[in-house]
């Protein structure tokens, strides 16, 4: 049950480039997006949400795109870092008031210096 | 900066025993999670609780998982009689009250990996 799908394991980008984490989704009840970065032998930590109400979201280097239509979301990190090599979860609610998060699978980015 | 905590870090266990995994919320956080995450796969929901009682749970969590709140501060998970498909790295989750600026901003703890031989 892929109810959010990250379709590409993997993302190689040069620093000070534009990084672009694509995600989609099927149920069109989810009404919260979030977005979690990973390190190895860390948990998730948050990094940005957007609301089903809203088509973006911006905080410092880091953008959400929300496309309702198409049932997609990006994130997009301007300009990329080193540090910013991780693996990026794109999470959905749409438990109403539980919290529960559907993951997708999770995009390793890798920024070379 | 308040933090989620988790112990052991490690657990090791043989096939049918008893683990319990702990973790110590965010203290002023009213909602507790568990996922986890089967090596190479997806972060899973197991079981969201609030009020002390269970508010929702997955296919995953059957009979041989519980979820406790002993005390006013630790959250745990109980697995009855390990299966060897119930090595994972667990993570353990708060959140605050709903309506707040943060809401559905879950912190999660570093996680738990249980090994079961």
């Known amino acids: 049950d892929q109810q959010v799908k990250q379709n590409s394991p993997s993302l190689s980008v040069q620093e000070g480039r534009i990084s672009i984490l694509n995600c989609d989704y099927t149920?069109?009840?989810?009404?919260?997006f979030l977005w979690y970065k990973k390190y190895p032998a860390e948990g998730p930590t948050f990094l940005i949400s957007?609301?089903?109400?809203?088509d973006k979201n911006e905080d410092g280097r880091f953008t959400v795109f929300l496309n309702k239509s198409a049932k997609h979301l990006s994130l997009h990190i301007v300009p990329s870092q080193p540090g910013d090599s991780a693996v990026y979860f794109c999470?959905?609610?749409?438990?109403?008031?539980?919290?529960?998060?559907?993951f997708g699978q999770g995009t390793t980015l890798q920024v070379k210096p | 900066e308040p933090e989620v905590t988790q112990t052991p870090s490690h657990q090791v266990t043989q096939m049918g025993q008893e683990v319990i995994l702990r973790c110590v919320p965010i203290?002023?956080?009213?909602?507790f999670y568990w996922y986890r995450q089967i090596l190479g796969q997806k972060v899973e929901f197991l079981v969201s609780?609030?009020?002390?009682?269970?508010?929702?749970k997955s296919e995953i969590f059957d009979d041989q998982f519980s979820v406790e709140r002993p005390d006013g501060s630790n959250f745990t998970l109980k697995i009855r009689s390990t299966k060897l498909e119930d090595s994972a790295m667990y993570f353990c989750?708060?959140?605050?009250?709903?309506?707040?600026?943060?809401?559905?901003?879950?912190?999660f703890g570093p996680g738990t990996r249980l090994t079961v031989l």
């Open positions: 957007i609301s089903s109400i809203k």
């Open positions: 149920n069109s009840m989810f009404d919260y």
């Open positions: 989750a708060s959140t605050g009250a709903w309506g707040v600026s943060s809401y559905n901003e879950q912190f």
């Open positions: 203290s002023n956080h009213l909602y």
């Open positions: 999470a959905a609610d749409g438990s109403g008031n539980t919290g529960k998060l559907i």
């Open positions: 609780f609030y009020n002390n009682e269970i508010s929702e």
